[in-house]
């Protein structure tokens, strides 16, 4: 669950966050090591006297700075795919929760089981007990199995919704007409909001 003030992510409740947690961090450090290196790069022209100015002009400057934007790429990119792929495999999923977005409220239906659907409303304001958290409580919560792959089939009756959960890690937009696939597994008990 966020808290005010907060500056990080959720923490993570699935592999799939877990791996985006990792995949931030690897980017974030390359971004501030070219920043840092940018900043020293603009600090020593504006504090030194350029008396060499050939060295703009060699064939092995203009090597380097094409080439090292393109391993940096690479060494973005590649973490980038791997991520991607891991969170659009299904490997047999234990329980498929069908979701329809409505414009008020959000249906849902356990597709495995005969006659098992519901309507989760959020609780008006007023209606709140002391500690409840505002547009984040509903009537009805989905119940889920932890450590079970579960598929998530999403989609919409009237406008565009985005079902998302942020400490799973997932974030899927309830399309009318489209069906959404989606797959998670919770590492750990818990309530979790989105």
Do not use: C
Request: aromatic content about 10%; cysteine-free.
């Amino acid at each position: 669950m966020a808290y005010p003030m907060q500056l990080g992510f959720q923490d993570a409740t699935s592999p799939i966050m877990e791996e985006l947690l990792h995949f931030h961090d690897h980017t974030l450090m390359i971004v501030f090591l070219i920043s840092s290196l940018v900043l020293y790069i603009i600090s020593l022209m504006l504090t030194t006297k350029l008396t060499h100015t050939s060295t703009m002009d060699a064939q092995e400057v203009e090597t380097i700075w094409t080439i090292l934007p393109a391993i940096i790429l690479i060494l973005i990119a590649l973490p980038s795919l791997r991520i991607l792929y891991m969170m659009d495999e299904i490997n047999n999923p234990s329980l498929t929760v069908k979701t329809m977005g409505h414009q008020w409220y959000w249906s849902y239906e356990y597709t495995d089981y005969e006659d098992l659907s519901f309507d989760s409303y959020m609780i008006p304001t007023s209606e709140l007990k002391p500690g409840e958290l505002r547009l984040l409580e509903v009537d009805n919560r989905v119940v889920l199995p932890m450590e079970m792959t579960i598929r998530m089939l999403i989609s919409s009756e009237d406008v565009l919704h985005s079902w998302a959960v942020p400490s799973l890690g997932l974030k899927t937009d309830a399309i009318p007409g489209r069906l959404n696939q989606t797959t998670l597994m919770s590492a750990r008990p818990g309530l979790y909001y989105g």
